[in-house]
């Protein structure tokens, strides 16, 4: 992303209810004060795969550093030239997630491997509200959100599913295409099931009733796609026991392909 035109995806936008991907985009380049800047789009995709602009974003790099253009200024958003120990003051804040300023400790530094190159990778902890979580590699970003965001925020965002550009691509342990809504799951607005679930923050079982009383197949999946709970359903009522479910965030798809919603616990 820092030097070369790219993609970096979330795996899951858990900032705002029904954001599927959350995709930041290199559409770009420009001059800002005589420095080189690329262009930065961000973008998210409901469940109806409905694309919603959020803005953009104009980042510069310099040697090891990664600026952001802010209020008028080139503030500190990565600093990849840090050794262990070192505490890095980031400056750049993420309106989205509402951050200000972040804190970093480096506690190690390591090299991941990527088509065969190496590539520097901080592991970092935050003493502060805001954090870029705990992970980020070179030329890519943190492993998290791009951005720095509230770890005080619920939910926070989700991980890094996929990162590429025209010299390399990285995978972060995604399990479907990257361009995937959720499991391969095509959602077709125009088919949309009439249904509904409650309570809103399941603690012990999440209820979930129909229209009428047509079989249904329901998936109850966790956000990286492990399968929770699969069961072909007749009625217009049914009660999930998620009890010794753990807290988190995850889906909840009705007949395969048509519906989706994401749920919390």
Known sequence: ??????????QHGIIIKNILILVLKVDGETTINEKQCKILSEKFYDTNNEEQSLGSYFLYADQSKVYLYQDNEFRL???F??????????????????????????????????????????????LSNCSLGNKSIEFIGGLDYFFPFNQAADPVPGDLRCYYDDMFSFNNNWAFSCDTLFTNINI??????????????????????????????????????????KSI?????????????QQGIYILIIDNKYSAKIIKI
């Open 81 to 126: 030239g840090a050794n262990k120990g070192d505490t890095i003051y980031i400056t750049a804040y993420s309106e989205f997630c509402q951050c200000d300023s972040t804190l970093l400790v480096i506690d190690s530094i390591s090299e991941t491997v990527i088509d065969g190159n190496s590539y520097k990778t901080l592991y970092h902890h935050s």
């Open 188 to 229: 077709t607005p125009n088919n949309k099931i009439d249904f509904k679930y409650y309570p809103n923050l399941i603690r012990d079982k999440l209820n979930i009733s129909f229209s009428g009383n047509c079989e249904h197949t329901i998936e109850i999946r966790t956000i990286d796609a492990v399968l929770k709970y």
């Open 1 to 10: 992303m820092h030097k070369k035109n790219g993609l970096h995806k979330v």
């Open 233 to 245: 359903f007749v009625g217009n009522k049914l009660s999930v026991n998620a009890l010794e479910w």
């Open 77 to 79: 958003l990565y600093d």
